[in-house]
């Protein structure tokens, strides 16, 4: 049997389908609310049943679009990550360039006598007596390779009364040392005028250089 929206006073009638039973019932007000609720149901059922789902193309379209969605966000993600590596490499270089000039600097105006090896002018050994205890100074700084081999470690020996070793200490890592193009020289040098200390320094870190040069005079009471 199924329910038809016929309602006539307190009076519902059911239809059979197939047009050969009436039936005729008296209802009571609270059978009637009930019937009207339980029709409601089966026209909510009925909307239910005749909604459509996904087509093919609908799916085939929101499975690109993700994709373009997701492949945006990975090449953005990848290009910060990028950034933030270089950026990294490059303050690395800047902080060894600087711990060069750092300790080089003081030492090359304290020197007394400037000693200078062949090609990059290492190793580079400086000399001063120390005023009042007469301790003779020297401090010898040297290229050592870093365990890739590519690049080179500056070291700092500081002897007192030689050969008494005061202390050694790493100065700077990712020294370039590799022939400049444009000058014929290694990017990592130093050169003696015999009155001033020019000091070339070169330091990579990946893709990301940098180069600084320091002039360094000694002071006319260490000559």
């Not at 007394?112 to 301790?135: A, C, I, K, M, Y």
């Not at 070291?155 to 022939?179: C, F, G, M």
Request: hydrophobic share 35%.
């Amino acid at each position: 049997m199924k329910c038809r929206d016929v309602v006539r006073g307190l009076s519902l009638v059911l239809h059979d389908p197939e047009g050969s039973h009436y039936i005729n019932l008296e209802l009571g007000i609270w059978k009637f609310d009930r019937v009207a609720a339980e029709f409601k149901k089966m026209k909510m059922k009925k909307l239910k049943k005749g909604q459509r789902g996904f087509t093919l193309i609908e799916v085939l379209i929101v499975i690109a679009l993700t994709g373009l969605i997701a492949g945006g966000l990975t090449t953005t993600i990848m290009q910060v990550l990028t950034m933030s590596h270089r950026t990294a490499n490059r303050m690395t270089a800047v902080r060894q360039v600087q711990q060069a000039g750092f300790w080089v600097s003081p030492d090359v105006q304290m020197a007394q006598n400037v000693t200078r090896g062949e090609d990059s002018g290492f190793p580079l050994t400086l000399t001063w007596t120390e005023p009042g205890s007469g301790d003779l100074h020297e401090v010898i700084y040297s290229l050592e390779d870093l365990p890739s081999g590519e690049f080179k470690i500056l070291w700092r020996k500081h002897y007192i009364n030689y050969p008494n070793l005061d202390s050694t200490i790493t100065v700077a890592e990712y020294i370039d040392v590799t022939i400049d193009p444009n000058t014929g020289k290694p990017k990592t040098n130093c050169v003696w005028d015999g009155s001033v200390l020019t000091f070339t320094v070169t330091a990579t870190v990946g893709e990301q250089s940098e180069t600084r040069e320091y002039r360094v005079k000694p002071r006319p009471e260490s000559s």
